[in-house]
């Protein structure tokens, strides 16, 4: 339960922010018919992940398989917020809290969960194209993922521990954009225009993670932020499970070891241990990537992809929250 005013204090940044992050929405948009998928399956495609896997052709087999796992685990991922976005969606319909008036919410939350949809589709389409292949997990745990926000925890709670859940993926995806640009600065190959186009939706879903994280959950109780962190660390270890479920699969699949000496795997690791393990200070403050960005991991990054900054700057809380004593989770 919710005190009556908790939320009154940025229902309105809340609202205006969603309403200007999904204003284009129709335009800057991602759709698997908008790419020519001859391109996918080319040598010269080939060649070209095995630059960004490895810094130099002639790594193409493992290139391929590591994306080949990491694509569609990550379609399974996306499937995944799709999903629990639109259940939150439904545990809002008779909430009369101010976020929840009018439009703003229910648009940001109904787009971003279509937009997931569409890149599980593409992905896994990509994932056929490059390799000829596709790992399959029993299921992608999606029964046990889901269960995790089967719970009687306020929407809202569910919804920035979603956000976070998504949030370390879509910032670790966003440093590889960076690098196919870097590589690829014309757009020549198929997977710089399939990540840069990604990079529109994703734009769009970090900046409503920001808020969910920078206005949202600084407004909820110390009990309820307590229950998003507890969720959060339920859907990880999962999602950890999965990659690795995914990671033998396309190992048994694809009879190729795509981890052992593989630079693009070795940064990827790190960045997602740093951003997971970071978000979150002991007293359960919450930053963005950017935030707890270190001359060392900012040194990582700037050398794998050519940046300093991963995202636009995450929006600010309103200068007082009102308190919620007394408000139950």
Not at 97 to 120: K, M, R, T, V, Y
Not at 127 to 144: C, I, N, W
Not at 162 to 184: K, M, N, P, Q
Not at 230 to 236: A, S, V, Y
Request: glycine letters at 4%; a negative charge; aromatic letters at 8%.
């Amino acid at each position: 339960m919710t005190s009556p005013d908790q939320f009154d204090g940025i229902a309105e940044a809340v609202r205006t922010e969603l309403a200007s992050v999904t204003r284009l929405a129709h335009i800057n948009t991602f759709h698997p018919n908008a790419f020519d998928w001859a391109e996918a399956g080319t040598r010269a495609e080939r060649e070209f992940v095995s630059v960004v896997a490895y810094g130099e052709r002639g790594h193409e087999a493992q290139a391929v398989a590591y994306l080949t796992k990491e694509l569609a685990q990550l379609a399974e991922i996306e499937r995944h917020v799709s999903t629990v976005m639109a259940m939150v969606m439904g545990e809002l319909h008779d909430l009369r809290d101010p976020i929840n008036l009018g439009h703003e919410l229910h648009n940001a939350l109904s787009c971003f969960a279509a937009e997931e949809i569409q890149h599980a589709n593409t992905f896994y389409r990509y994932v056929r194209a490059l390799s000829g292949a596709e790992p399959r997990v029993h299921k992608a745990l999606f029964d046990e993922r889901l269960e995790v926000f089967r719970t009687d925890d306020h929407p809202y709670v569910k919804l920035v521990a979603l956000c976070c859940s998504a949030y370390v993926g879509e910032s670790v995806i966003t440093v590889f954009e960076h690098r196919t640009d870097a590589l690829d600065p014309d757009r020549a190959r198929f997977f710089t225009r399939l990540l840069h186009t990604h990079g529109l939706d994703e734009a769009r879903h970090v900046k409503i993670d920001h808020v969910a994280m920078k206005l949202i959950y600084p407004a909820l109780t110390s009990q309820q932020q307590q229950r998003v962190r507890e969720l959060l660390g339920q859907i990880e270890e999962l999602n950890r499970t999965l990659a690795a479920s995914f990671e033998a699969a396309t190992r048994q699949l694809l009879d190729i070891d795509f981890v052992t000496d593989n630079p693009a795997a070795a940064v990827q690791l790190e960045m997602t241990k740093a951003f997971g393990g970071k978000v979150f200070a002991a007293d359960g403050t919450l930053y963005s990537v950017d935030e707890i960005l270190d001359d060392e991991l900012t040194q990582l990054i700037t050398e794998f992809s050519g940046v300093d900054r991963i995202h636009a700057a995450a929006v600010e809380p309103p200068a007082k929250v009102p308190s919620v004593v007394g408000a139950r989770p």
